[in-house]
């Protein structure tokens, strides 16, 4: 039992970690970037680039959030910002911009698997329960990420900026905002986050063009349900993951691969504000 709670915990903040890039870009924009999981599958290339030339798996998660933020800023100003009276087309294209960035990969790398080499090995003696070292430290690493975006968010005059954006943006720039620079930040911090986080979990798992389409599915069901929140999101990471891993463990593997996506449904057929108080 101590092995399964800990492993509703580590996912949960797995989980967490892979959504904040999307929900960085959702409050702010109010766009669906569904480049997400190619954002994330770039970061995973990176975590497997930074190994072959031995690099410290470490210094290769900072390595793709910088990567991943400069690529956000070039997407954003050739990409998005042409089409944000056209929010329909923005979506749109951050969806075949996902295809393309899997698609040089395929050709790059070839479709075959990758992996990464692990920061941590092994397990360690925690409360008594053998345990993955490195899903430990992913738990510890979210716990951080969550205080320093809400920091982020409440404490710097991006934050400030952002959050004014993001109750009327029209009423910004009448202030002085300048809510292009805002939007353009915006999105290159939520690219940034996404590629991190790739290279975060590819040592879990493994590297191939698509990784990252079925945590994209994950990651909007989980934003959709917490709103523009990352409390509310951390909440429905250990709600809904919870519920995934104990499916998973208990009843059929298959069917915990749709329970985020069938509980977010019901959530918001329910409630359509999800965790979100506002």
Known sequence: MGSVTFDVLTTAAILFVVSTGLMVILGVMKLLNFAHGAFLTTGGYVAYMAGLAGVSPWLSIPLASILGFLFGLVVERIVIRPLYQRPLDAILATWGLGIVISQVFALTFGRGVQFAPSPLSGTVDFLGVEYSAYRLAIAAIAILLAFALIGLLSLTRFGLNARAVIV????????????????????????????????????????????????????????????????????????????????????????????????AALILRLNPKGFSRA
Do not use: H
């Open 168 to 263: 009327n943006e029209d009423l910004a720039r009448g202030l002085g905002i300048d809510s292009t620079k805002v939007r353009s930040l915006t999105f290159g911090l939520g690219a940034g986050l996404a590629c991190a986080a790739g290279a975060l979990i590819t040592p879990l798992l493994s590297v191939d063009p698509n990784m990252g389409l079925p945590w994209l599915v994950n990651s909007f069901m989980l934003v959709l349900v917490s709103g523009v929140s990352f409390p509310s999101l951390l909440f429905a990471s250990l709600v809904l993951g919870g519920t995934q891993v104990l499916v998973s463990t208990y009843v059929s593997p298959i069917l915990g691969g749709m329970t985020i996506v069938v509980l």
